[in-house]
């Protein structure tokens, strides 16, 4: 049996980027005055990005916990002393949210993404 042609394909695109990589990679682009671009990457930043996108996480997972332990205390799926303990649970991740958000600096409303056409996540 003979092994099938390779498949060609020509494609101006194809070609920009088998010229890009003989190049060596593609050229940055350049500021009005003729410097090439700069990252800026403030260590406080980053540290206060990431911070606000887990505590944004954990904010949503703790939402989503709330709701669903009144939706079992509704059905009456928990006995007093789950309801209880859930309660404590609750309030105390509340708590360490708020204490993190203080420490990162972040308001409450730092904790809120806009998702465009959906709204607020939270």
Same mark, same amino acid.
């Given at each position: 049996m003979k092994p099938p042609e390779p498949v060609q394909v020509e494609s101006q695109a194809i070609g920009d980027f088998?010229?890009?990589?003989?190049? %060596?990679?593609?050229v940055p682009a350049r500021s009005p005055g003729g410097q090439p671009p700069q990252i800026n990457l403030d260590p406080d930043k980053v540290k206060n990005g990431l911070g606000q996108l887990v505590l944004t996480v954990v904010k949503l997972l703790h939402e989503l916990l709330e709701r669903q332990g009144i939706r079992r205390i509704e059905a009456g799926s928990l006995t007093d002393d789950q309801i209880e303990r859930m309660g404590l649970t609750l309030m105390k991740q509340a708590q360490e949210i708020d204490r993190l958000r203080q420490e990162f %600096? *972040? =308001? =409450?409303e730092d904790l809120? *993404?806009?998702l465009g056409p959906l709204g607020q996540l939270l």
């Open positions: 088998a010229k890009v990589m003989q190049s %060596g990679g593609p %600096g *972040l =308001e =409450e809120n *993404l806009d």
